[in-house]
């Protein structure tokens, strides 16, 4: 007998690529133009539902993961960049 080959292990999750944010987006338009038509069986807009939220759950988590990492950097009087967390400001006078 032949020994059977070891599978290699399954690959750590990425982090989202640059684009996929915006693919995602898309399709997500996509499904809600379909599912805003009347000529679906309930098959169908139950499966494109089901896939709309998952692609609105993947593109907060994104959003989410990008509004943790935007930090302004702010230049001191003594001439030194600090790097502080973005806050969003309601204030926009």
Do not use: H, T, W
Not at 17 to 26: I, V, W
Not at 38 to 49: G, H, N, P, T, V
Not at 77 to 89: L, Q, T, W, Y
Request: hydrophobic share 35%.
């Amino acid at each position: 007998m032949s020994p059977v080959p070891n599978k290699a292990p399954a690959p750590a999750a990425e982090p989202p690529r640059k684009g996929d944010f915006e693919k995602s987006l898309a399709r997500l338009e996509e499904v809600v133009k379909r599912l805003e038509s009347a000529d679906l069986s309930l098959d169908e807009a139950m499966k494109l539902f089901e896939e709309g939220v998952k692609l609105s759950r993947e593109c907060q988590k994104q959003l989410e993961e990008a509004e943790g990492r935007v930090e302004i950097l702010l230049k001191k009087a003594d001439g030194k960049i600090v790097a502080e967390p973005f806050e969003a400001n309601d204030d926009q006078s």
